[in-house]
């Protein structure tokens, strides 16, 4: 099955916009509109094409890009939350122990994190092949 082009464009909008703005306030409803489409459709179209809720995306793309300050950054590990879009460090804190199984301290003690698990940005090509399959449910975060 090929993939609906315009819906490709406007989740990989919607990827750009978190990559541009991703420590500011941003939510699944602005990914919504620079897609062009209503959230709840939004929703179901961007978990089929990257495997993630939208605010699920959003909050592995803001902890992971935050994992590589947290373990080679000299900035405290609240400055680095609120860089990242977090308005409380607790959220920061339960978001990266959801996504690494370790806290930002254990993390930096240890000066690593589980690279391999962390969320990178999704690519035009991954959307394109998720989007050649029928439509599934949004995943939650773990």
Not at 3 to 29: F, K, N, Y
Not at 73 to 92: H, K, Q
Not at 114 to 127: F, L, Q
């Amino acid at each position: 099955m090929v993939p609906d082009l315009r819906a490709v464009d406007s989740v990989m909008r919607a990827i750009d916009l978190v990559e541009a703005r991703m420590g500011e306030d941003l939510g699944a409803e602005d990914m919504a509109c620079a897609a062009c489409y209503s959230p709840f459709y939004f929703s179901r179209l961007f978990a089929q094409a990257t495997g993630h809720a939208p605010y699920d995306y959003l909050m592995r793309r803001r902890v992971a890009a935050a994992a590589e300050d947290v373990v080679h950054g000299g900035e405290s590990l609240t400055r680095i939350a609120l860089d990242r879009g977090f308005e409380v460090p607790d959220t920061f804190t339960r978001a990266f122990r959801r996504c690494f199984g370790m806290t930002p301290s254990e993390a930096r003690s240890a000066r690593a994190y589980p690279r391999s698990i962390a969320r990178t940005k999704v690519s035009r090509r991954y959307v394109e092949e998720l989007l050649s399959e029928p439509i599934a449910p949004p995943r939650k975060m773990d």
